[in-house]
Protein backbone atom coordinates (compact mmCIF):
# COMPACT_ATOMS: atom_id res chain seq x y z
CA UNK A 1 0.00 0.00 0.00
CA UNK A 2 2.81 2.45 0.80
CA UNK A 3 4.77 1.90 -2.15
CA UNK A 4 1.02 2.78 -4.31
CA UNK A 5 0.74 5.81 -1.62
CA UNK A 6 4.41 7.18 -2.42
CA UNK A 7 4.19 6.57 -6.06
CA UNK A 8 0.63 8.60 -6.78
CA UNK A 9 1.21 10.97 -4.15
CA UNK A 10 0.65 13.82 -6.41
CA UNK A 11 -2.25 12.98 -8.42
CA UNK A 12 -3.78 11.66 -5.09
CA UNK A 13 -3.54 15.60 -3.79
CA UNK A 14 -4.47 16.58 -7.08
CA UNK A 15 -7.32 14.37 -7.29
CA UNK A 16 -8.55 15.09 -3.74
CA UNK A 17 -8.02 19.36 -4.26
CA UNK A 18 -10.89 18.69 -6.82
CA UNK A 19 -13.14 17.12 -5.25
CA UNK A 20 -13.23 19.02 -2.05
CA UNK A 21 -12.87 22.36 -4.15
CA UNK A 22 -15.39 21.03 -6.40
CA UNK A 23 -17.97 20.11 -3.37
CA UNK A 24 -17.02 24.12 -1.82
CA UNK A 25 -18.01 25.60 -5.10
CA UNK A 26 -21.33 23.83 -5.38
CA UNK A 27 -22.64 25.30 -2.30
CA UNK A 28 -23.36 22.17 -0.41
CA UNK A 29 -21.79 23.35 3.19
CA UNK A 30 -19.20 21.66 4.67
CA UNK A 31 -20.75 18.10 5.29
CA UNK A 32 -20.74 17.21 1.61
CA UNK A 33 -17.20 17.92 0.48
CA UNK A 34 -15.95 15.95 3.74
CA UNK A 35 -18.21 13.31 2.79
CA UNK A 36 -16.91 13.47 -0.72
CA UNK A 37 -13.65 13.78 -0.03
CA UNK A 38 -13.54 10.89 2.41
CA UNK A 39 -15.59 8.40 -0.32
CA UNK A 40 -12.91 9.42 -2.43
CA UNK A 41 -9.51 8.76 -0.42
CA UNK A 42 -11.61 5.71 1.11
CA UNK A 43 -11.62 3.90 -2.15
CA UNK A 44 -8.18 4.86 -3.10
CA UNK A 45 -6.90 3.12 -0.12
CA UNK A 46 -9.19 0.23 -0.48
CA UNK A 47 -7.75 -0.73 -3.90
CA UNK A 48 -3.95 0.32 -2.62
CA UNK A 49 -4.75 -2.46 -0.28
CA UNK A 50 -5.37 -5.11 -2.94
CA UNK A 51 -2.11 -6.79 -4.19
CA UNK A 52 -3.89 -7.73 -7.39
CA UNK A 53 -4.26 -3.29 -8.23
CA UNK A 54 -0.63 -3.69 -9.46
CA UNK A 55 -1.93 -5.87 -12.38
CA UNK A 56 -4.24 -3.16 -13.61
CA UNK A 57 -3.64 -1.24 -16.57
CA UNK A 58 -2.77 2.80 -15.80
CA UNK A 59 -6.41 3.75 -18.50
CA UNK A 60 -7.76 1.84 -15.65
CA UNK A 61 -6.34 3.07 -12.59
CA UNK A 62 -7.07 6.69 -14.04
CA UNK A 63 -10.93 6.15 -13.61
CA UNK A 64 -9.99 5.03 -10.09
CA UNK A 65 -8.67 7.92 -9.38
CA UNK A 66 -10.62 10.54 -11.19
CA UNK A 67 -14.36 9.03 -11.06
CA UNK A 68 -15.14 10.78 -7.61
CA UNK A 69 -13.31 14.11 -9.18
CA UNK A 70 -15.39 14.13 -12.16
CA UNK A 71 -18.56 13.33 -10.60
CA UNK A 72 -17.90 16.09 -8.08
CA UNK A 73 -17.08 18.38 -10.34
CA UNK A 74 -20.64 17.38 -12.81
CA UNK A 75 -22.52 18.01 -9.17
CA UNK A 76 -21.29 21.37 -8.82
CA UNK A 77 -21.53 22.63 -12.28
CA UNK A 78 -25.50 21.20 -11.69
CA UNK A 79 -25.95 23.48 -8.22
CA UNK A 80 -24.58 26.97 -9.72
CA UNK A 81 -27.05 26.27 -12.96
CA UNK A 82 -30.17 25.78 -10.72
CA UNK A 83 -28.86 28.78 -8.85
CA UNK A 84 -28.17 30.93 -11.20
CA UNK A 85 -32.17 30.69 -11.67
CA UNK A 86 -31.92 29.05 -15.28
CA UNK A 87 -34.57 27.28 -16.80
CA UNK A 88 -34.86 23.64 -14.46
CA UNK A 89 -34.42 21.82 -17.41
CA UNK A 90 -30.94 22.39 -18.05
CA UNK A 91 -29.58 21.56 -15.21
CA UNK A 92 -31.27 17.79 -15.68
CA UNK A 93 -30.29 17.75 -19.16
CA UNK A 94 -26.23 18.25 -18.25
CA UNK A 95 -26.85 15.92 -15.32
CA UNK A 96 -28.58 13.02 -17.47
CA UNK A 97 -26.01 13.71 -20.35
CA UNK A 98 -23.06 13.48 -18.03
CA UNK A 99 -24.08 10.45 -16.28
CA UNK A 100 -24.44 9.01 -19.66
CA UNK A 101 -21.00 9.81 -20.76
CA UNK A 102 -19.54 8.63 -17.73
CA UNK A 103 -21.31 5.25 -18.06
CA UNK A 104 -20.22 5.06 -22.10
CA UNK A 105 -16.33 5.71 -20.57
CA UNK A 106 -16.98 2.80 -17.85
CA UNK A 107 -18.58 0.49 -20.15
CA UNK A 108 -15.89 1.01 -22.43
CA UNK A 109 -13.01 0.27 -20.43
CA UNK A 110 -15.03 -2.29 -18.03
CA UNK A 111 -13.77 -5.73 -20.46
CA UNK A 112 -10.58 -4.42 -19.79
CA UNK A 113 -10.16 -4.86 -15.83
CA UNK A 114 -8.33 -7.29 -14.67
CA UNK A 115 -9.31 -9.38 -11.83
CA UNK A 116 -9.27 -7.55 -8.58
CA UNK A 117 -11.17 -7.24 -5.07
CA UNK A 118 -12.00 -3.65 -6.07
CA UNK A 119 -12.78 -2.24 -9.49
CA UNK A 120 -15.38 -4.08 -11.19
CA UNK A 121 -17.95 -6.34 -10.95
CA UNK A 122 -16.68 -8.04 -7.20
CA UNK A 123 -19.32 -10.98 -6.50
CA UNK A 124 -18.15 -14.19 -5.28
CA UNK A 125 -18.17 -15.75 -8.56
CA UNK A 126 -16.27 -13.41 -10.23
CA UNK A 127 -13.35 -13.48 -7.63
CA UNK A 128 -12.74 -16.75 -7.81
CA UNK A 129 -12.74 -17.71 -11.21
CA UNK A 130 -11.17 -15.49 -14.13
CA UNK A 131 -13.29 -16.66 -16.98
CA UNK A 132 -16.48 -16.05 -15.01
CA UNK A 133 -14.55 -12.42 -14.56
CA UNK A 134 -13.69 -11.94 -18.25
CA UNK A 135 -17.18 -12.96 -19.66
CA UNK A 136 -19.05 -11.61 -16.87
CA UNK A 137 -17.21 -7.72 -17.66
CA UNK A 138 -18.04 -8.08 -20.78
CA UNK A 139 -21.37 -8.59 -20.35
CA UNK A 140 -21.06 -5.86 -17.94
CA UNK A 141 -19.74 -3.10 -20.63
CA UNK A 142 -22.64 -3.88 -23.10
CA UNK A 143 -25.33 -3.14 -20.07
CA UNK A 144 -23.18 -0.31 -19.14
CA UNK A 145 -23.01 1.21 -22.55
CA UNK A 146 -26.40 0.79 -23.31
CA UNK A 147 -27.53 2.54 -19.79
CA UNK A 148 -24.92 5.21 -21.02
CA UNK A 149 -27.16 5.76 -24.35
CA UNK A 150 -30.27 5.44 -22.73
CA UNK A 151 -29.12 8.26 -19.96
CA UNK A 152 -28.32 11.01 -23.20
CA UNK A 153 -31.96 9.85 -24.59
CA UNK A 154 -33.94 10.91 -21.98
CA UNK A 155 -31.77 13.82 -21.43
CA UNK A 156 -33.25 14.92 -24.84
CA UNK A 157 -36.37 13.81 -25.08
CA UNK A 158 -39.63 15.83 -23.25
CA UNK A 159 -40.07 13.83 -20.22
CA UNK A 160 -39.52 15.81 -17.41
CA UNK A 161 -39.61 14.38 -14.01
CA UNK A 162 -40.26 11.12 -15.78
CA UNK A 163 -36.92 11.43 -17.57
CA UNK A 164 -34.79 11.28 -14.51
CA UNK A 165 -36.46 8.20 -12.78
CA UNK A 166 -36.24 6.58 -16.40
CA UNK A 167 -32.13 7.28 -16.19
CA UNK A 168 -32.20 6.05 -12.69
CA UNK A 169 -33.81 2.99 -13.41
CA UNK A 170 -31.35 2.15 -16.71
CA UNK A 171 -28.35 2.85 -14.68
CA UNK A 172 -29.81 0.25 -11.42
CA UNK A 173 -30.27 -2.11 -13.94
CA UNK A 174 -27.15 -1.96 -15.51
CA UNK A 175 -25.57 -2.46 -12.28
CA UNK A 176 -27.49 -5.05 -11.23
CA UNK A 177 -28.20 -7.36 -13.80
CA UNK A 178 -24.22 -8.53 -13.96
CA UNK A 179 -24.18 -9.54 -11.24
CA UNK A 180 -27.16 -11.93 -11.81
CA UNK A 181 -25.40 -12.67 -15.01
CA UNK A 182 -22.48 -13.44 -13.05
CA UNK A 183 -23.96 -16.02 -10.80
CA UNK A 184 -26.03 -18.13 -13.85
CA UNK A 185 -22.47 -18.29 -15.79
CA UNK A 186 -20.83 -20.15 -12.49
CA UNK A 187 -24.42 -22.42 -12.37
CA UNK A 188 -23.40 -23.18 -16.35
CA UNK A 189 -19.83 -23.91 -14.96
CA UNK A 190 -20.97 -26.12 -11.68
CA UNK A 191 -22.84 -27.86 -14.64
CA UNK A 192 -20.19 -28.58 -17.39
CA UNK A 193 -17.79 -29.10 -13.83
CA UNK A 194 -15.43 -26.68 -14.30
CA UNK A 195 -15.76 -25.59 -11.34
CA UNK A 196 -16.20 -27.12 -7.88
CA UNK A 197 -18.40 -25.66 -5.48
CA UNK A 198 -15.99 -23.89 -2.63
CA UNK A 199 -17.43 -22.66 1.34
CA UNK A 200 -17.27 -18.67 1.57
CA UNK A 201 -14.14 -18.61 3.56
CA UNK A 202 -14.20 -17.20 7.26
CA UNK A 203 -11.92 -14.47 5.96
CA UNK A 204 -14.14 -12.98 3.32
CA UNK A 205 -17.46 -13.47 5.76
CA UNK A 206 -15.47 -10.61 8.10
CA UNK A 207 -14.65 -8.71 5.47
CA UNK A 208 -17.97 -8.58 3.49
CA UNK A 209 -19.66 -8.48 6.98
CA UNK A 210 -17.44 -5.29 8.01
CA UNK A 211 -18.04 -3.98 4.71
CA UNK A 212 -22.10 -4.08 4.89
CA UNK A 213 -22.04 -2.35 8.39
CA UNK A 214 -20.45 0.32 7.15
CA UNK A 215 -22.62 0.92 4.46
CA UNK A 216 -25.66 0.66 6.79
CA UNK A 217 -24.07 3.10 9.31
CA UNK A 218 -22.94 5.57 6.67
CA UNK A 219 -26.91 4.86 5.26
CA UNK A 220 -28.97 5.24 8.21
CA UNK A 221 -26.22 8.90 8.80
CA UNK A 222 -27.40 10.05 5.43
CA UNK A 223 -30.93 9.18 5.81
CA UNK A 224 -31.55 10.19 9.28
CA UNK A 225 -29.81 13.07 10.25
CA UNK A 226 -29.73 16.72 9.93
CA UNK A 227 -30.65 19.78 11.54
CA UNK A 228 -31.29 23.54 10.42
CA UNK A 229 -31.68 26.60 13.21
CA UNK A 230 -32.96 29.99 12.94
CA UNK A 231 -31.00 33.19 13.87
CA UNK A 232 -32.79 36.32 14.05
CA UNK A 233 -30.49 39.30 13.72
CA UNK A 234 -31.71 43.26 13.87
CA UNK A 235 -32.29 43.50 9.94
CA UNK A 236 -32.30 39.90 8.99
CA UNK A 237 -32.87 36.35 9.98
CA UNK A 238 -30.51 33.38 8.85
CA UNK A 239 -31.38 29.93 8.30
CA UNK A 240 -27.87 27.86 9.81
CA UNK A 241 -27.57 24.52 8.39
CA UNK A 242 -24.23 22.27 8.27
CA UNK A 243 -26.49 20.05 5.64
CA UNK A 244 -26.38 22.43 2.93
CA UNK A 245 -25.68 26.70 2.46
CA UNK A 246 -27.52 29.31 4.83
CA UNK A 247 -30.33 31.52 3.61
CA UNK A 248 -29.87 34.85 4.73
CA UNK A 249 -33.12 37.11 4.29
CA UNK A 250 -33.76 40.77 4.91
CA UNK A 251 -36.95 41.87 6.36
CA UNK A 252 -37.67 44.19 4.56
CA UNK A 253 -37.48 41.66 1.03
CA UNK A 254 -40.91 40.22 3.12
CA UNK A 255 -43.76 41.35 1.25
CA UNK A 256 -46.02 38.72 2.61
CA UNK A 257 -45.64 35.66 4.91
CA UNK A 258 -48.90 33.08 5.42
CA UNK A 259 -48.82 30.62 8.13
CA UNK A 260 -50.46 27.09 7.28
CA UNK A 261 -51.32 24.44 9.32
CA UNK A 262 -50.69 21.69 6.21
CA UNK A 263 -48.40 22.48 3.59
CA UNK A 264 -49.64 22.05 0.45
CA UNK A 265 -47.11 21.64 -1.74
CA UNK A 266 -47.04 17.54 -1.69
CA UNK A 267 -50.07 18.05 -3.87
CA UNK A 268 -48.52 19.81 -6.40
CA UNK A 269 -45.90 17.39 -7.89
CA UNK A 270 -43.33 18.64 -5.80
CA UNK A 271 -39.54 18.19 -6.25
CA UNK A 272 -36.41 19.24 -5.55
CA UNK A 273 -34.35 20.69 -8.25
CA UNK A 274 -30.85 21.36 -6.58
CA UNK A 275 -30.20 20.69 -2.78
CA UNK A 276 -29.81 18.59 -0.39
CA UNK A 277 -32.88 16.29 0.92
CA UNK A 278 -33.21 13.24 3.03
CA UNK A 279 -35.99 11.71 5.18
CA UNK A 280 -35.27 14.49 7.69
CA UNK A 281 -34.70 17.51 5.89
CA UNK A 282 -35.62 19.26 2.57
CA UNK A 283 -33.02 21.89 1.62
CA UNK A 284 -32.43 23.98 -1.61
CA UNK A 285 -34.25 24.82 -4.77
CA UNK A 286 -37.91 22.70 -5.16
CA UNK A 287 -40.34 23.48 -8.33
CA UNK A 288 -44.27 22.37 -8.24
CA UNK A 289 -47.32 23.68 -9.91
CA UNK A 290 -48.30 26.17 -7.19
CA UNK A 291 -45.45 27.94 -6.77
CA UNK A 292 -43.47 27.20 -9.62
CA UNK A 293 -39.74 27.43 -8.71
CA UNK A 294 -39.12 28.18 -5.07
CA UNK A 295 -36.60 27.72 -2.22
CA UNK A 296 -37.57 25.37 0.90
CA UNK A 297 -36.36 24.58 4.03
CA UNK A 298 -38.20 21.91 6.07
CA UNK A 299 -38.23 19.24 8.30
CA UNK A 300 -40.03 16.24 6.49
CA UNK A 301 -41.91 14.93 9.49
CA UNK A 302 -43.57 18.68 10.07
CA UNK A 303 -46.80 19.36 8.51
CA UNK A 304 -47.20 23.02 9.17
CA UNK A 305 -45.35 25.74 7.01
CA UNK A 306 -44.49 29.31 6.67
CA UNK A 307 -45.01 30.71 3.32
CA UNK A 308 -43.09 34.00 2.40
CA UNK A 309 -42.46 36.27 -0.82
CA UNK A 310 -39.34 37.59 -0.54
CA UNK A 311 -38.93 39.75 -3.62
CA UNK A 312 -41.57 38.21 -6.06
CA UNK A 313 -40.09 34.48 -4.61
CA UNK A 314 -41.70 32.00 -2.62
CA UNK A 315 -39.59 30.53 0.10
CA UNK A 316 -41.08 27.58 2.21
CA UNK A 317 -40.35 27.35 6.24
CA UNK A 318 -41.06 25.14 9.16
CA UNK A 319 -39.71 24.13 12.04
CA UNK A 320 -39.46 20.64 14.24
CA UNK A 321 -43.04 20.55 14.57
CA UNK A 322 -45.95 22.84 14.57
CA UNK A 323 -44.99 24.83 17.48
CA UNK A 324 -41.75 25.14 16.79
CA UNK A 325 -42.97 27.07 13.52
CA UNK A 326 -45.98 28.43 14.90
CA UNK A 327 -43.04 30.59 17.08
CA UNK A 328 -41.21 30.91 13.11
CA UNK A 329 -44.46 32.69 11.95
CA UNK A 330 -44.65 34.95 15.00
CA UNK A 331 -41.51 36.01 15.43
CA UNK A 332 -40.86 36.86 11.87
CA UNK A 333 -43.97 38.90 12.42
CA UNK A 334 -42.47 40.70 15.61
CA UNK A 335 -39.43 41.59 13.55
CA UNK A 336 -41.26 42.96 10.79
CA UNK A 337 -42.87 45.46 12.96
CA UNK A 338 -39.34 46.96 14.57
Known amino acids: MMEMIKKNWGKIVLTSAVVLAASMAGGYGWVMPVVMLAAHLLCLLSAFGDKRIHTQSRKALDILFWIMPVGSVLLAVISRISESGADDDLASLIMDCGLGLLFLIMGNYMPKFRQNGVIGIRVKWTLENEENWAMTHRFAGKCLMIAGCCCILFAFLPLGMAGDLLCMAAILIAVLIPGIYSWRYYKRQLQSGKVEKKPVSQKVLIRGSIFAAVIIIFSVWVLFTGSMRMVYDKES ?70 VLTVDGQTVVLNGKDKAATKEIYERLEEMKKK
Open 237 to 306: FTIETPDWKDLTISYDEITSMDYLEEDPSGNFADRRTNGFGNLVLGMGTFKNDLYGTYTRYTYTSCPSCV
